[in-house]
T-cell receptor
Framework: ETGVTQTPRHLVMGMTNKKSLKCEQH?????MYWYKQSAKKPLELMFV???????ENNSVPSRFSPECPNSSHLFLHLHTLQPEDSALYLC????????????FGDGTRLSIL | EDKVVQSPLSLVVHEGDTVTLNCSYE??????LLWYKQEKKAPTFLFML????IEKKSGRLSSILDKKELFSILNITATQTGDSAIYLC???????????FGKGTSLLVTP
């Protein structure tokens, strides 16, 4: 139990669907992150939020839309995804933004049909 | 462009062996280096290194940083099958918010 919970654990969706990934942390952290991990590739940072404000968008396509309503919750809204978007999506949080150790959730395994 | 190179890319050892994992980096405005262990899913934090020559230890794991030569090593003594994982070395810079994750070293410890 890392203190970071992601739901759902698995998601299969068609290219025209709209779905959302949810992340919740119970660690009192102020920074939250979305990462993508494709098969046999390094973790790729997608978005960073610090105190609910987006501070980093790593050139992510607009079909991925993050939302951070408060420091404990982070969403990733998905629509009209492509097959190459199939991957493990990991959420992480840290006390502050910067070189603070990040605590990761177990991820959502996303498959696009 | 920032760069992280870990070696070896993969390694198979027997239980009880000692392993040394290497990480070399080129990062502008280097600030610190973090080590993570990734088993089946989420990476878990191991160490954060900011100063050269100061060894950090946690049980059978230890790590050290050389800021002059731009590398770090992670040692695991008396390896166990539970040490099987991908080990990620992540340098951090003052000028960026992003952790530069590399491909890591995949370690397999056989009984």
């Amino acid at each position: 139990e890392t203190g970071v919970t992601q739901t759902p654990r698995h998601l299969v969706m068609g290219m025209t669907n709209k779905k959302s990934l949810k992340c919740e942390q119970h660690l009192g952290h102020n920074a939250m992150y979305w990462y993508k991990q494709s098969a046999k590739k390094p973790l790729e940072l997608m978005f960073v939020y610090n105190f609910k404000e987006q501070t980093e968008n790593n050139s992510v396509p607009s079909r991925f839309s993050p939302e951070c309503p408060n420091s404990s919750h982070l969403f990733l809204h998905l629509h009209t995804l492509q097959p190459e978007d199939s991957a493990l999506y990991l959420c992480a949080s840290s006390l502050g933004q910067g070189d603070q150790p990040q605590h990761f959730g177990d991820g959502t395994r996303l498959s696009i049909l | 462009e920032d760069k992280v190179v870990q070696s070896p890319l993969s390694l198979v050892v027997h239980e009880g062996d000692t392993v040394t994992l290497n990480c070399s980096y080129e990062v502008t405005n280097f600030r610190s280096l973090l080590w993570y262990k990734q088993e089946k899913k989420a990476p878990t934090f191991l160490f954060m290194l900011t100063s050269s020559g100061i060894e950090k230890k946690s049980g059978r794991l230890s790590s050290i940083l050389d800021k002059k030569e731009l590398f770090s090593i992670l040692n695991i003594t008396a390896t166990q099958t539970g040490d099987s994982a991908i080990y990620l070395c992540v340098p951090w810079s003052y000028s960026g918010y992003a952790l530069n994750f590399g491909k890591g070293t995949s370690l397999l410890v056989t009984p």
